[in-house]
């Protein structure tokens, strides 16, 4: 695998699932990122972790829960979720202080559907 | 408020050149980014600017005026593969980025 993986690619739950969305990332990077996508609308910076630790949390509804078990490895717990949560959910990573543009690269995504 | 404007769609033919505006309000400026992600895909990497000017990469060029909040991203050449949206991003003074909704390039033969 190269780059940035996720999985699953697409999620249908209903409103009392509970299910976790994972983000692998292949490039040694320190720093990860949770995105939430919605259609012609920004990309609304959801989590950050730098070095395993999170360094923001841009009011995010509790209802979603980051995990970063290590630095290559990122979960997004989903519960009891509402059906204005659907979207396509981006990972995404950054080598940060390294000096350079630090740009961050994507994963595919994760299209949810709440019903 | 922290605020990135570019158009919503445009319209261009195979083989012409296309010019995608963005304009920003941000805290801070620390680099201005845009990316291209094609339908169901990723955003992938296009350019960044940092210092006023343009840079040029191929037939994608970016250009950035710092005193004014503007960039745009220059296509030449056009390709029907260039149908996209191409995402504009400013990092501001906490390092974080704040993104456009993007631009949705059509491509016409």
């Known amino acids: 695998e190269t780059g940035v993986t996720q999985t699953p690619r697409h999620l249908v739950m209903g409103m009392t699932n509970k299910k976790s969305l994972k983000c692998e990332q292949h490039l040694g990077h320190n720093a990860m990122y949770w995105y939430k996508q919605s259609a012609k609308k920004p990309l609304e910076l959801m989590f950050v972790?730098?070095?395993?630790?999170?360094?923001e949390n841009n009011s995010v509804p509790s209802r979603f829960s980051p995990e970063c078990p290590n630095s290559s490895h990122l979960f997004l717990h989903l519960h009891t979720l509402q059906p204005e949560d659907s979207a396509l959910y981006l990972c995404?990573?950054?080598?940060?202080?390294?000096?350079?543009?630090?740009?961050?690269?994507f994963g595919p995504g994760t299209r949810l559907t709440v019903l | 408020g922290q605020n990135i404007d570019q158009p919503t769609e445009m319209t261009a033919t195979e083989g012409a050149i296309v010019q995608i505006n963005c304009t920003y309000q941000t805290s801070g400026f620390n680099g201005l980014f845009w990316y291209q992600q094609h339908a169901g895909e990723a955003p992938t990497f296009l350019s960044y600017n940092v210092l006023d000017g343009l840079e040029e990469k191929g037939r994608f060029s970016s250009f950035l005026s710092r005193s004014k909040g503007y960039s745009y991203l220059l296509l030449k050449e056009l390709q029907m593969k260039d149908s996209a949206s191409y995402l504009c991003?400013?990092?501001?003074?906490?390092?974080?980025?704040?993104w456009g909704a993007g631009t949705k390039l059509i491509i016409k033969p």
């Open positions: 991003a400013v990092r501001d003074s906490n390092y974080q980025l704040i």
């Open positions: 995404a990573s950054s080598q940060d202080g390294a000096g350079g543009y630090n740009e961050q690269f």
């Open positions: 972790y730098n070095f395993k630790e999170q360094t």
